[in-house]
């Protein structure tokens, strides 16, 4: 539900290189859905996750979290999935909004590197799942990556 047909899910498929290796074709994207990554959890019972292409959001002024879903006036629990796809359809997807960063974090080595919009970003996702975040992705390269609870 919180895929953006828009110039924002424009901006994150192509900075973010999202497309199929094989067909080429584009691939859907928008915000971080919580509920979704809440339902998720649920199923799995995560102990912590990576966040990759935080790189991705690097120049936006706002970025958006979906926090919860509405269907029919009532806000579904967290973790609560519709149904069917007829109620999916339905979805109202509530939003938190944060400033972004408007840098880039390629040269971050260290959490405590990232700029502090950055680490907003990332500790409202882990407020949000009450799920811990380990890796966090900061360029292309697969070496890019931060270790952040290493260095808490």
């Known amino acids: 539900p919180t895929e953006q ?16 290796t094989t ?4 691939r859907r994207c928008g ?12 199923l799995n019972a995560y102990s912590s996750m990576n966040i990759t ?6 120049d936006m002024d706002e970025i958006q ?4 879903y509405t269907l029919n006036g ?32 390629a040269q971050c080595k260290t959490y405590q590197e990232l700029p502090t919009n950055a680490k907003k ?5 882990e407020r949000l799942t009450e799920i811990p ?7 292309p390269d697969r070496h890019d990556m931060i270790n952040k609870l290493q260095q808490s």
């Open 65 to 68: 979290i979906g926090t919860a």
């Open 133 to 139: 975040v380990s890796w966090i992705g900061v360029g």
């Open 121 to 125: 970003y990332i500790e409202t996702i």
């Open 31 to 42: 915000w971080l859905d919580i509920p979704l990554l809440q339902y998720s959890n649920l």
């Open 5 to 20: 047909r828009n110039e924002y899910g424009e901006h994150l498929g192509t900075v973010g290189a999202e497309f199929g």
């Open 23 to 26: 067909t080429g074709r584009k």
């Open 53 to 58: 292409k935080l790189d991705v959001l690097d």
């Open 74 to 105: 009532q806000r579904l629990s967290a973790g609560a999935m519709p149904s069917t796809m007829d109620d999916l359809a339905q979805i109202e997807v509530e939003y938190e909004t944060l400033p972004g960063w408007n840098t880039s974090i």
